[in-house]
């Protein structure tokens, strides 16, 4: 922090870049799986260049069509999707969409799913160093087929030992995306560090429901979904402070993340870097804008690099 008084510092130059662990980032601005499709949709209106990086739609071994019609409902502050993994399959992203992305001028991040531990096996040893993928976020908040349906994600010792398998299945980064739906967050986190993973992303989307009282019937085809956007906030900060304090691994913060002042609240509880998800649907400029609010954030609070400001909440 530079501590000299009296001085200009509208023009100061922040240093901007953050090291994930072995990932390093041209600034600590992400874009969440799901939300940002295979990189090239937002081309028009927000150029990647700028992003520290994106995080491509989720992938599993296999094509998927999602779930039923309708996926998507809005809700106060936020809304609640049941897609279902809709994705081309690994066979066909390799084929047609990953010599476009390795193309994309920022960081790239893959998000890989499965139902079992041949599947993230099958998904992780597809990715290496060299490939045009960054880093490797694995989505443990599925159901494991093989063993009545419990979620990966919500299980400790299932949660380790997925991350325990894709670790020494590929050379790149591993990215463990944690769920909220769990009684014990820091164990959770606890259990995918000592599994190896090189950094914890956190949260995943919140359970929920909403009901048309009109039919009196749920909204989702699925009956229930994924809870995203500003009213899941508080809750993932209060996660982040609490894993923060708990592993040594680096968080990558999300949750609710529309404005420059909620990444910096994600910051300030110990998030190394933010992933924007909802907001992006709400605004497309909001990577941009949250990239600029925490430059001068950090220009007029005095500090010298965003860095700095990681953990000062704790």
């Not at 990444?263 to 998800?277: C, D, N, P, Q, T």
């Amino acid at each position: 922090m530079n501590s000299e008084k009296g001085g200009d510092n509208s023009m100061k130059k922040i240093n901007l870049e953050v090291n994930l662990g072995p990932l390093a980032l041209r600034n600590p601005v992400l874009t969440c799986s799901g939300t940002y499709g295979f990189g090239e949709e937002y081309a028009p209106y927000c150029p990647v260049d700028k992003l520290g990086g994106i995080t491509l739609k989720g992938l599993t071994p296999e094509p998927r069509l999602g779930n039923p019609l309708p996926r998507l409902a809005e809700t106060p502050a936020g809304m609640i999707n049941s897609v279902g993994l809709e994705n081309p399959g690994l066979e066909e992203f390799l084929h047609s969409y990953l010599p476009r992305v390795r193309e994309l001028p920022t960081t790239v991040i893959a998000n890989i799913s499965g139902f079992s531990l041949q599947d993230y096996e099958t998904m992780a040893s597809a990715f290496q160093s060299g490939s045009g993928i960054d880093a490797l976020e694995v989505n443990i908040s599925c159901p494991n087929v093989k063993h009545g349906g419990m979620h990966f994600g919500t299980h400790p010792d299932s949660a380790e030992e997925v991350i325990a398998l894709v670790k020494k299945k590929t050379d790149l980064p591993v990215i463990a995306k944690l769920s909220p739906n769990v009684t014990d967050i820091v164990e959770m986190a606890k259990a995918v560090e000592r599994g190896g993973a090189d950094i914890i992303s956190m949260i995943n989307t919140l359970l929920g429901m909403s009901i048309d009282i009109e039919k009196r019937q749920p909204l989702l085809a699925n009956k229930v979904g994924g809870l995203s956007g500003p009213a899941i906030r508080p809750v993932a900060v209060r996660m982040v402070w609490q894993v923060a304090q708990a592993v040594k691994v680096p968080i990558i913060g999300m949750g609710g993340i529309l404005t420059w002042q909620d990444a910096v609240e994600f910051m300030l509880a110990g998030a190394k870097a933010v992933s924007i998800g909802t907001g992006n649907f709400v605004n497309p400029l909001a990577p941009l804008e949250v990239i600029e609010g925490i430059e001068e954030y950090c220009r007029r609070q005095g500090f010298d690099a965003v860095e700095e400001i990681v953990g000062l909440a704790l």
